[in-house]
């Protein structure tokens, strides 16, 4: 039985490598062209050369999203851009453009193409065309509930991915150009202004309808995390994981979270972890729910008034190195912490656990009472093993 | 020549158009289409088309909605009525659509209704090795493009030009969520949100989906004879929320225009015809202004 794949999001080398330490099967990534998050870091031609080498060094694999919604412009240079992507040996491009089927042809190029949820394909004709047209694998809609995605598997024995986490498009995605009407900046070529993240006064011909609610679309972020059992029974072979511009402590924890559900689930203990569910929603600072899964979303499944959304200092530093002579973590400082506090130290592929902060060192070697300065380089005592890359974060736990 | 497409009027409403100077009807079937006035439910279909054949104007059938998996089956079910009712014109945006129509041998003519994605000639040169020899291009790009499109199609090519602008589509019913939310009655499916702001208004209308329309109206008339040179075959005028007399004002307007592309101040003075019609309420899109995607490039 294959193992579902784990696809973790990447904005730039930095965090390709993160996701694939903490444990993603896959990862995939933008060029500074033909991307979707037109804003983000990206990626390099060398950069995407280097994450490939990295990614199969380790097992996994490399997904570039070539899925901007192209204008005539655009086209110029992508046969070439596109044959350089296959000498580097990537695994699969992600795309909502379909004529790349007849660039990928044409050359003889190696990678899959994977249907991008640009697409918005919700039902198992529309799946059966592209199947037939060489399409190897569909991004589904996000719309898409367990029955639509079983009846699709079921109809179509097509490899499906399907979003597991993360934020939600208000629209079907490809089908919202309210940025560009609002802003100019054109969504479907990576200039999305989040317009659904606004707020609006609502009308009936000119009278207010609420003066203490603004109408708001703005949906809650989307979190299968307890579904994942169902998901894999179902047959999807790909679970993936949204956020190409989150930061790398955001994505060490999704990644290492789902990881570590679906490693359980395959070695048979399958139990969901409360305090993960509480690390979830700590590193996006927003409410999560199922979203279409199980039902039409409703006004629950939106934001309107009351969210908060205050930025948490949770993430506390990376560990550089172990000093086993005298039992003291190496880190690298984030965010402010004191001696006494309670951190919550985790890694790839081991399990977290907490300890109170005894004492800090600065390089020198001076105990200081508090961590107050980003990038600093500091010690704390520990007795037990941490490796290099583990996180530190506040514990939050109790 | 270019020709001009409009959506059918309800039944009763459908010899009111019968001086009036265009090619075509444009009809949505309840259920299977959305963002049209009026619905034609596929057991009146043959109604429809016997009033249609007495002005002898072509029929397009535009399923354009995404059709979710428990919708398949009806799908197939219209598409069927459609082709044993000879339907000449059936128009997609789910490729469930393209696929069926495909499976049963459909060789008319296939519309690609793009919703936003009709933004290149290489897409659409792909979709016409399946059949698909018409398509509605985009409303978010430029005249250029437009023109650049079309020179490197063997598609005809259709452009809206006059209308409130469709700009996203949710599967989410928003309003009756915000309703619910405010502990509020919907009394009516389309509302006004402004952005506050801006101070600018905008549509939002809930049907099966919610549609984020416009509320300014799109009127590119003064870009009519530029269109008209590079050979674009159809213009696309949407009578939604427009009074139903004022709107055939503005199709002779275009009519009278196409009539007369070579004259510019008979078109300016068409123009105004529109825009008095429209309440002055009107915008032109995309045609002339280019949008940006890189922050960089952002005035």
């Known amino acids: 039985m294959n193992k579902v794949e784990l696809l973790a999001p990447a904005g730039d080398l930095e965090r390709l490598k993160w996701a694939i330490l903490y444990g993603a099967d896959a990862v995939y ?31 996994a694999k490399v997904y570039v999203t070539v899925n901007i919604i192209f204008h005539q412009e655009d086209i110029k240079d992508l046969e070439e ?31 899959e193409f994977h249907l991008s949820t640009q697409m918005s394909t919700l039902n198992s004709e529309a799946a059966l065309f592209f199947k037939k047209n060489n399409v190897k694998r569909i991004v589904l809609g996000r719309e898409t509930s367990k029955n639509d995605i079983k009846n699709i598997i079921d109809k179509t024995n097509m490899d499906l991915e399907v979003f597991i ?31 659904c993240r606004w707020v609006f006064d609502l009308y009936d011909e000119k009278k207010l309808i609420d003066k203490n609610t603004k109408f708001s679309f703005s949906p809650k972020d989307q979190s299968l995390l307890k579904n994942i059992r169902e998901l ?53 600072n927003r409410d999560t729910t199922m979203q279409y899964f ?86 704390i005592p520990c007795t037990i093993k941490v490796s290099k890359n583990d996180l530190i974060r506040i514990d939050f736990f109790d | 020549m270019t020709k001009i497409l409009v959506n059918c009027p309800n039944l009763k409403r459908i010899n009111e158009y019968k001086n009036h100077s265009f090619d075509g009807f444009i009809l949505g079937i309840e259920g299977y289409s959305e963002n049209f006035n009026n619905y034609v439910k596929i057991n009146e279909l043959q109604t429809y088309l016997n009033e249609i054949n007495k002005l002898n104007k072509d029929v397009y059938i535009f399923l354009n909605k995404l059709y979710f998996e428990e919708e398949i089956s009806g799908l197939k079910d219209v598409i069927k009525e459609l082709i044993n009712n000879n339907i000449t014109n059936i128009g997609f945006t789910d490729y469930s659509v393209l696929n069926i129509i495909n499976d049963m041998k459909y060789d008319k003519n296939i519309v690609w209704i793009s919703n936003h994605l009709g933004t290149n000639s290489n897409t659409i040169n792909y979709l016409n090795k399946f059949g698909v020899n018409k398509v509605f291009l985009s409303t978010e790009i430029t005249k250029d493009e437009i023109i650049s499109i079309k020179n490197n199609v063997n ?49 939002i209308k809930e049907e099966d989906n919610s549609l984020f329309l416009t509320k300014d109206v799109l009127n590119d008339l003064l870009f009519l004879k530029e269109l008209y040179d590079n050979k674009v075959d159809y213009i696309y005028l949407d009578d939604y929320l427009i009074d139903d007399k004022k709107f055939l004002n ?20 068409l123009n105004e015809v529109v825009k008095i019609n429209t309440e002055n309420n009107t915008f032109n899109g995309f045609l002339d202004k280019k949008t940006v995607f890189r922050v960089n490039d952002y005035e």
Do not use: W
Request: hydrophobic share 35%; proline share 1%; aromatic share 12%.
């Open chain 1, 29 to 59: 990534i933008g060029y500074q062209n033909y991307s979707l998050r037109a804003n983000a870091k990206n990626f390099s031609l060398d950069e995407i050369k280097e994450g490939v080498i990295f990614a199969h060094k380790n097992n």
């Open chain 1, 81 to 111: 851009y596109l044959i350089k992507i296959d000498e580097y040996n990537v695994d699969a491009i992600i795309s909502s453009d379909i004529f790349i089927l007849d660039i990928i042809k044409k050359h003889n190029l190696k990678f």
């Open chain 1, 165 to 195: 986490h993360g934020a939600m498009c208000m629209a079907y995605s490809g089908r919202c150009t309210l940025s560009n009407y609002l802003t100019n900046r054109d969504s479907n070529r990576g200039g999305c202004a989040q317009i």
């Open chain 1, 232 to 284: 894999i029974d179902l047959g999807v072979k790909s679970f993936k994981i949204e956020g190409r511009m989150k930061s790398v402590y955001y994505l060490a924890t999704i990644v290492s979270i789902y990881r570590k559900i679906i490693d359980n689930i395959y070695n048979g203990n399958y139990s969901i972890d409360e305090n993960d569910i509480k690390a979830l929603y700590r590193c996006a």
């Open chain 1, 294 to 379: 199980d039902k039409k979303p409703t006004e629950n499944e939106q934001y309107y008034i009351g969210r908060e959304e205050n930025t948490n200092q949770d993430f506390l530093g990376v560990v550089l190195d172990y000093d086993e002579k005298n039992k003291e973590i190496i880190l690298e400082e984030r965010n402010y912490f004191k001696v006494n506090d309670k951190i919550n130290i985790f890694g790839p592929k081991k399990e977290s656990f907490s300890l109170k902060v005894e004492y800090i060192k600065d390089e020198e070697g001076n105990k200081i009472p508090c961590a107050r300065h980003p990038k600093e380089v500091l010690r």
């Open chain 2, 155 to 203: 598609c005809n090519v259709i452009v809206k030009m006059y209308g409130h602008l469709l700009m996203a589509t949710s599967s989410r019913k928003l309003l009756s969520n915000y309703f619910k939310y405010i502990n509020k009655n919907k009394d009516k499916d389309l509302y006004t949100f402004k952005d506050i702001v801006k101070n600018k208004d905008y549509l």
């Open chain 2, 250 to 269: 503005i199709i002779d307007a275009y009519s009278d225009g196409l009539n007369n592309i070579d004259d510019v101040d008979f078109i300016n003075k």
